[in-house]
């Protein structure tokens, strides 16, 4: 995959990988934990949690830790198109 341009680094959206990266990326910037939440606008407490697996931040918290390092985020959508001529589960056709 091709880097776009004014990023670093590609990362499939994989909240675990992701998480990695950032904590990587942070350590190797040699920042806090308290500088990186003064940045995107959260806690702390909320940069621990995230780095650790223990809370499932909003995509506008991911997008912005991410960015801070250059790391891009992208999610794969799938080649097939839906089956648009069955209904889902309690959808009801009207006529």
Same mark, same amino acid.
């Given at each position: /995959?091709a880097?776009p341009e004014?990023?670093s680094?590609? =990362?499939?959206?994989?909240?675990?990988?992701l998480?990695?990266? =950032?904590?990587v990326?942070?350590?190797? *910037?040699r920042?806090t934990?308290?500088?990186?939440a003064?940045?995107?606008?959260?806690?702390?407490?909320? =940069?621990?949690?995230f #780095?650790?697996?223990?809370?499932?931040?909003?995509? #506008?918290?991911?997008? *912005? $830790?991410a *960015?801070?390092?250059?790391? #891009?985020? $992208?999610? *794969?959508?799938?080649d097939a198109?839906?089956? /648009?001529t069955?209904?889902?589960?309690?959808?009801?056709?009207? #006529?």
């Amino acid at each position: /995959m091709a880097k776009p341009e004014g990023f670093s680094k590609v =990362v499939k959206f994989d909240l675990g990988s992701l998480r990695r990266s =950032v904590f990587v990326e942070r350590t190797n *910037a040699r920042l806090t934990q308290d500088d990186v939440a003064a940045t995107i606008g959260c806690s702390r407490k909320w =940069v621990s949690r995230f #780095e650790r697996g223990l809370s499932v931040p909003s995509f #506008e918290i991911v997008i *912005a $830790y991410a *960015a801070m390092f250059g790391i #891009e985020i $992208y999610m *794969a959508l799938p080649d097939a198109s839906p089956d /648009m001529t069955t209904p889902s589960k309690g959808v009801s056709n009207f #006529e």
